[in-house]
């Protein structure tokens, strides 16, 4: 019985919330479009996907960066380009030992219309890189975020390094569990979550799961949602993603749920040069 509750209790929270986040504006902080994603889809097909699902404004990453700007000059009002460290694939692992990376990120940091840097692949063991702690010093001198792929080591050494450092982490890590970010939300303040690719763990089977309805509610500030592009075949994907995030989206509160969905992100950026 009080499972059937349970079930008519969310049945009723979703329907209720339904118009509204049929209206909910998102800002997806997590989106790539690489070379492969290029071949797919045209600027102006990938600008009509996001208009067509609500999405106001997107973070886009890309290999190599120029794809990001690609989309930037289509859409200005709509992309946030992340100035992307990899030209190829191949950089995802081999960037760490790149000596001269740094050098080229700062020259493309001094002309370019660049909200962020990212996303960064890092493991624990590879925390303290020269390259890595070099960008971390360019992007906090710069006043730009960085987009974190990362191990929760690689986070503590990163603010050790750079404590005045604006850090998104993505996927809400490597070990997504709410007690954990929970502990980092409190250790370091200018650390932002982005939940890209956690909807399953967020809400199984589409139910908000109670510990991370929890912390949502405790951090409503801190959060950032996004689709994920990771490959060509998200694009197409993107509506059904994108109903899945406001599904569980849909289970918070208005405030909260608007919070995640769009003002978190907004206020990240507007505050940035």
């Not at 959060?223 to 899945?244: K, M, S």
Request: glycine share 6%.
């Amino acid at each position: 019985m009080r499972v059937l509750s349970r079930l008519l209790f969310l049945l009723a929270v979703v329907l209720y919330a339904l118009p509204a986040m049929a209206n909910q504006p998102l800002f997806d902080a997590h989106l790539h479009y690489d070379i492969d994603s290029a071949g797919d889809y045209a600027p102006g097909e990938i600008v009509a996907i996001l208009q067509a699902n609500g999405v106001k404004r997107a973070v886009v990453t890309s290999y190599p960066p120029s794809q990001a700007l690609s989309l930037y000059d289509v859409a200005p009002e709509l992309v946030v380009p992340f100035l992307g460290v990899y030209r190829t694939p191949e950089d995802k692992q081999a960037w760490v030992r790149d000596t001269r990376l740094a050098a080229r990120l700062e020259r493309m940091l001094s002309d370019g219309p660049w909200r962020g840097v990212g996303e960064l692949h890092l493991f624990a063991e590879q925390r303290l890189s020269p390259v890595f702690l070099r960008i971390v010093e360019l992007a906090t001198r710069h006043r730009l975020p960085l987009l974190m792929h990362c191990d929760p080591a690689v986070i503590d050494t990163l603010f050790e390094h750079s404590p005045n450092a604006q850090v998104i982490w993505a996927h809400a890590g490597t070990y997504p569990y709410p007690q954990l970010l929970r502990d980092y939300l409190d250790r370091y303040h200018r650390l932002y979550v982005d939940l890209s690719v956690r909807d399953e763990r967020i809400a199984p089977d589409g139910e908000l799961d109670p510990d991370w309805e929890n912390l949502l509610w405790e951090y409503p500030d801190r959060f950032l949602i996004g689709v994920d592009t990771f490959r060509a075949e998200r694009w197409a994907d993107y509506g059904n993603v994108a109903a899945r995030i406001r599904g569980w989206l849909g289970q918070l509160p208005e405030n909260v749920s608007a919070q995640i969905a769009y003002r978190n992100a907004l206020g990240l950026f507007e505050s940035a040069p």
